[in-house]
């Protein structure tokens, strides 16, 4: 599963397909309920969706569509079915069972057999089993990891920072309400804090330039004024030690435009570069090292150099007004998310797949 809480709604691939490696079968489930048109969930629970439910004319079943920032999107129908996680039972639980879509990375999905939506949305996985606090740490090497529903405590974890979330009840037309918004206020590349209005970080009265916690998307994307900041700053203070690619017209994943050739004889070693902080009311995020910098595959810029770029994009390429925190910054940081006290927790780096071995060892 897909854990993204950047999304409500929670589904499962339900219609047989070659690139995929799991589906769903609700034929085989006594216990799952497709939702119709009528039912009041349909009508009224889905409108914080960004696409809000529509009736299926041949079947009369909800119907769901959901696009992601990568464009790509899936559908299906609004269902219920009994989850277990753990020794929780949980019945009736809302999740969309999907049967077509159209994806960006079809040996990413081959991968997984569906979404767990964890933001604060009612339908969400954590809203509908009724728990107030989860944790999980992504692991660096190849984004699997671990998730904990309810309280964490160990002594292995070391001190967390805690950052509160903005909490919106005003609709605005371009504030996602049930994100996780946290208060970005600076950004430093070394020692350097760059030389920014405060203001630049702050909602606009339409709520464009809220800052998100992602799970669901790759990389950290800032808005306009404030990422051409951090990519001049990065680029002076890099010029010694960094070739950049000079094609302009080479922007990788069409947001991110600042990229590097980098000798191909030898693994690249970035532990000398500045780091990058993203500095939160209350809490600092440090990306540095190997988090900086993304190697491209099949680059296309010829050469015997490898390619790569800053993990950092622009928002405005990606076509959103807001600033987006994503999960590769979050690799190998214990992330704890706690709705009861309305905050967002960075624990200190965490070798994420040693954090499960110790869990299973505490079993």
């Not at 504030?175 to 996780?180: C, N």
């Amino acid at each position: 599963m897909v854990l993204d809480t950047g999304s409500e709604l929670s589904w499962l691939h339900c219609k047989k397909s070659p690139n995929l490696g799991s589906v769903f079968d609700p034929v085989k489930s006594s216990t799952y309920s497709p939702l119709p048109c009528t039912s009041p969930i349909c009508r009224t629970r889905t409108r914080d969706l960004p696409i809000p439910a529509s009736c299926d004319p041949k079947s009369h079943l909800c119907h769901v569509a959901i696009s992601y920032a990568d464009a790509s999107s899936i559908e299906g129908n609004l269902a219920q079915e009994t989850f277990v996680i753990g020794s929780w039972t949980r019945p009736g639980t809302i999740f969309g069972c999907m049967d077509s879509g159209l994806s960006s990375n079809t040996e990413e999905d081959a991968k997984s057999t569906g979404l767990m939506g964890m933001n604060r949305g009612s339908l969400s996985f954590v809203n509908q089993l009724g728990f107030s606090k989860f944790s999980y740490c992504i692991s660096g090497s190849d984004s699997s990891g671990i998730l904990l529903l309810g309280d964490s405590s160990f002594s292995w974890l070391g001190p967390i920072q805690y950052t509160p979330l903005v909490l919106q009840t005003t609709p605005l037309p371009y504030f996602d309400r049930v994100a996780y918004t946290v208060q970005l206020e600076g950004i430093r590349v070394g020692s350097k804090l760059l030389s920014l209005p405060k203001s630049v970080f702050v909602p606009d009265h339409t709520g464009a330039g809220q800052t998100m916690v992602d799970s669901g998307t790759q990389f950290t994307f800032l808005m306009g004024p404030v990422y051409t900041a951090l990519r001049n700053e990065f680029i002076s203070q890099t010029k010694s030690v960094l070739k950049v690619v000079d094609d302009p017209n080479f922007v990788f994943q069409g947001t991110m435009d600042l990229c590097y050739r980098v000798g191909a004889l030898s693994r690249p070693d970035f532990s000398r570069l500045p780091g990058v902080s993203l500095v939160f009311r209350g809490a600092e995020m440090s990306v540095s090292g190997q988090k900086l910098l993304y190697r491209v595959i099949g680059s296309g810029l010829g050469g015997k150099d490898h390619v790569y770029c800053l993990t950092f994009g622009n928002s405005d390429l990606l076509g959103i007004e807001a600033f987006v925190i994503g999960h590769h910054h979050q690799q190998n940081v214990w992330m704890e998310f706690d709705l009861a006290k309305s905050r967002v927790g960075f624990g200190a780096d965490v070798r994420c797949d040693q954090a499960s071995q110790r869990l299973k060892s505490q079993d």
